[in-house]
């Protein structure tokens, strides 16, 4: 990283220096700004294998409710039972010390990580041997089925839901909550943010657009697909376990199907959010994911009760009339600026041939 | 095993012909999917949610007073029309495209169909009464009723109607064309516009239908299409495009398996095995071709 030229400088710190500063600008708006950030990690590494891996998955959803769950229950079953605390509103018998409870969301954002991981490489190979259509209903399968199995499974709530340990009560500080939750998430941004940005600089991600290009050509060339495709899930994986862990924290309520395998909602937003941005950019996630929340929270409390026609209209507009995203558009209009060279010579030869 | 289904044998005569005349019904949903994916090439997420919108339309008759069971024939209509239109409005701008991209269009589809439905008929899970009264069997210890019988008989019956349309008529014949060479039937005068719409008139009508059954044998709830979809596309991964003796087949295979899943695993976890199995088909697809994988064509 050694070469970062000095606009980029300029810009990479006043977006860090803007984050910081974010939740006492906004104080108000701490929740919808965690939100954000959640969002933009989720788009950006969505778009790590569905826009540069080719792989579109619809079960993304599958590692973030599994890292919400895994947070939570290790947050409470490293003091308390488990089974009781879900089984009768456990929150209002055991009480987390504020010792407790950092600890207890510490543990529990890191096994939320590197289970889901673990996870995905796991079933990887078995899932990534499928192709186009057929990887994305599996997945779509997989994220619906792991919430109908949650909600069939007593020890975490099951259909009644789970309540995540609460703040701890001897923080009186109001604002403690929010801005606890939106500096973590903010970490992770920024976390996955340079992680993204390095596979942008490296050979792995040449490798993954060779599998998005031309997989059969991409293994005769002697790269060994398979590898990369569970290494391209898993850094998915992990981050989408992050997010959800930290979601959990953030409602403070987990449901099966509503919250945590949220395919209706979070699992199609990833996929929409880098798709409206641009797929296969390292922008364009984050500029969809920030479009998209402003959008979607300006739409919501305007037309209550509409929203998901709206959500569903908005899904088909994009897909239909918008499928290289903003990005691609921008690309298609200034193509110098993307450091593309277009030969007018070539070009109006094409042309004619049209 | 402890499992009560295994100890009282007359638990396993019902639960096979539950599932046997269920699956005949999932098979006449399965056949419209086919139908379209194998014309258009294109993969329906809104499929399920067009089965519950030809339910409502006949659960809105039996509230009106009329007997639900005309809904087989008024349901097909209606969903005929909202087929096509739907085809005009948006499915003609993905016929050609990449499949993800109709996936997700039809996904945006049916969360707007959802809502809609949500609006108009309210969350509540509903059932329209057909009375038909149960056939009890053998001594009384299985009972069947005879709603269940009707749909299957149903089912059959416009399974073989549209058979016969398909191999006689002439929308069955250009139909047929465009699915086996799309390109030389428009040369030799296929207008393949009109055949897609048609034949995503028939795909939605082909559901109105199962929908309308739904409602008298089954429940209807507004967010309950996706599992039809998911069924669907697993009798069709499994039968093959344009097979129909197989999608009978494994439409009844695939309603054994939900009956009997649902007495040994409890019947929380019936649509999650549905969707598991859903998983293990599509894997167990890949690992069977991956062994006779052509690598560079």
Known sequence: MGNIKQKDLILYSGLIILGLAAPYLFSAFKVQLTYLCVLIVLAMTWNLQGGEMGYNSFGNILFYGLGMYLTASVQVGMFFPLAEWTESGGEKTFVHTTAQYFQGIGVGLLVAAIIPTIVAGAIGYAILGLRGHYFAICTLGLGIAAGEIAGGIEIIGAGQGFTTPPFPAEIVDPEARGQFFYFLSFFVLVVAFVFVKYIYGSRFRLILNAIRDNEDKAEAMGIQTMKYKIVGWMCSAFFCGLAGGIMGGLIGYIDSTDVAFDGREMGVFMVLMAILGGKGTLWGPIIGATLFHFFKEGLWTFILGWQYVALGVLIVVI???????????????????????????????????? | MDFLIFKAPMLMVQASLDGILLGILFALIAYGMALQWGVMNIINIAQGDLVILGGYIAYTMYLAGIHPAWGVIVAPIIMYFVGVLLYKLVINKVVDRDLFISILATFGIAIVFQQLMNFVFGADVVVAQSEYGTTMLFDNSVTLPNSKIFSAFISVLYAVALVVYMKKSRLGRAIRATAQNARAAKILGVDTEKVYAATFGINAALCGIAGALISITLTLHPYVGLPYTVRSFMIVIVAGLGNLPAVAISGMGLGLFEEFADYILGTEFRIGAVFMLLVFILVYRRFKLSKKREYLK
């Open chain 1, 319 to 354: 897909v239909v009339y918008f499928p290289e995203g903003l990005m691609g558009w921008l690309r298609e209009k200034y193509p110098e600026r993307f450091g593309e060279v277009i030969d007018e010579k070539d070009r109006k030869a094409q042309v004619e041939l049209k």
